[in-house]
């Protein structure tokens, strides 16, 4: 894994989303969090017990909410022009593979770009 140039700013949450990271880490233990890519910038951020995935090559660590570490691709963050990530809930259930943001499956997290 590559060290990060970003700024610890580079990434923050609401009150909303820590009480809901804290809830999963009383559930699952320790956590990370993996940037999704796509068409457009990343909406949905996978929370992933730490270890369970794999991280890439080029995956580079950019801060940390509530002591989870959040990666993104550094070749995407660049492209991105660096921006800074804001996470959040929603209602519904997560995409992918990603944990839900309540054990019930009624909130998921969602990245905002401020």
Do not use: K
Request: charged letters at 20%; aromatic letters at 8%.
């Amino acid at each position: 894994m590559r060290a990060s140039a970003a700024a610890p700013s580079a990434v923050s949450a609401t009150a909303a989303a820590l009480a809901r990271l804290r809830r999963l880490q009383a559930l699952h233990g320790s956590l990370a969090f993996v940037q999704s890519g796509g068409r457009t910038v990343g909406r949905v951020p996978m929370c992933l017990r730490e270890g369970e995935v794999p991280l890439g090559p080029n995956d580079i660590r950019i801060g940390e909410l509530g002591g989870a570490p959040f990666y993104v691709d550094a070749e995407q963050y660049e492209r991105w022009q660096r921006p800074a990530f804001l996470i959040d809930v929603a209602y519904g259930t997560a995409d992918g593979f990603s944990l839900d943001a309540e054990d019930e499956g009624e909130l998921h997290f969602i990245t905002r770009i401020v």
